[in-house]
């Protein structure tokens, strides 16, 4: 910040009270003007379901790719180093209980993200670390910059308490096939030994045009089934990541915490498509994620 900028915004307060604001989750991922992805996706979702978010930008756009246009940029890495310094002046980062991270934007970011959370890990305060790898996808290939790959595998994989890649993401990530439901579960074992607790390995290619969660622990794995709909919209990992960490957030078992969460981005999916909108209807998901009675997607010990 300028010491220009710096003299004009700081003030007193006389009045303000002393306490800090309860924070339950930081995100780091992208923001968007229009549409939902990122932080734009996640943070909606997050707070309908009563978690406090500290959101930080890595992008801030006009909306995602998909449109002939494309306004705003990729956070500087040192914006983002900075205000991921002043969570930590606050006192943010070592209270709130979880953080999670997605898309970066670039190498530079991936490694400023990286920096910092291994400086919380050697100062012993650092969030239960959800990494979402926003790397691609099997009709899109890759859309990071050349080099994120290593950022996620070399050194936030080893920091993170649970990953939850997409099929192509597994494949990048563990070095070996991933599309089908016996190689997935190989290729999530193989992150396992490399550091996290857990691996949600989703958009899986499954029996009959299905497509298969796997979420794998170290001692025990579940397949979750659900349908492929015929809709192609941004977010759903985001959301999906969403809901998992507000559920975990809640004290649900992790088999449980994905099956509400695969249910929530499952409804936002059916209302995009009825709705006929461009982008997902993401307030569509807290209500299914929340339904009680039997599971929609029951996670299945295998």
């Known amino acids: 910040m300028s010491d220009s900028l710096e003299t004009h915004l700081v003030h007193e307060r006389g009045k303000r009270p002393s306490g800090p604001m309860p924070v339950d989750l930081v995100s780091v991922q992208s923001q968007l003007a229009y549409g939902h992805a990122g932080n734009s996706a996640a943070v909606p979702v997050l707070r309908m379901l009563g978690v406090r978010v500290a959101e930080v930008p890595t992008t801030l756009l006009s909306n ?15 914006w983002l180093a900075d205000l991921l310094r002043g969570l930590d002046e606050r006192g943010v980062s070592a209270r709130a209980p ?5 898309y970066f934007g ?23 670390y959800l990494l979402d790898p926003v790397i691609g996808d099997t009709h899109t290939g890759a859309y990071v910059e050349p080099g994120l790959e290593a950022v996620f595998a070399q050194r936030l994989l080893p920091l993170a308490w649970m990953v939850t890649p997409n099929a192509f993401e597994l494949e990048n990530l563990s070095g070996r096939p991933a599309l089908g439901q016996a190689d997935a579960l190989e290729a ?12 949600l390995a989703h958009s899986v290619a499954g029996e009959g045009g299905d497509l298969l969660t796997l979420l794998v622990g170290r001692d025990a794995a579940w397949r979750l089934r659900s349908p492929c709909l015929d809709v192609d919209v941004a977010g759903t990992g985001d959301v999906l990541a969403a809901l998992l960490a507000a559920f975990l957030l809640r004290g649900e078992a992790p088999p449980r915490a994905a099956e509400r969460a695969l249910a929530g981005v499952h409804a936002a999916l059916e209302s995009t498509l009825a709705h006929g909108w461009e982008e997902l209807d993401v307030l569509a998901a807290p209500a299914a994620a929340l339904a009680d009675g039997p599971a929609r997607f029951p996670a299945v010990p295998f």
Not at 64 to 78: C, M, N
Not at 98 to 102: D, F, N, P, Y
Not at 188 to 199: I, T
């Open 64 to 78: 995602t790719p998909f449109y002939p246009t494309l306004r705003g940029r990729v956070l500087p890495a040192e």
């Open 98 to 102: 979880m953080l999670v991270s997605g």
């Open 106 to 128: 670039s190498v530079a970011n991936g490694e400023a993200f990286a920096a910092w959370l291994e400086d919380r890990h050697a100062a012993g305060a650092a969030p239960r």
């Open 188 to 199: 999530a074992r193989a992150l396992l030994a490399r550091g996290p607790e857990w691996v």
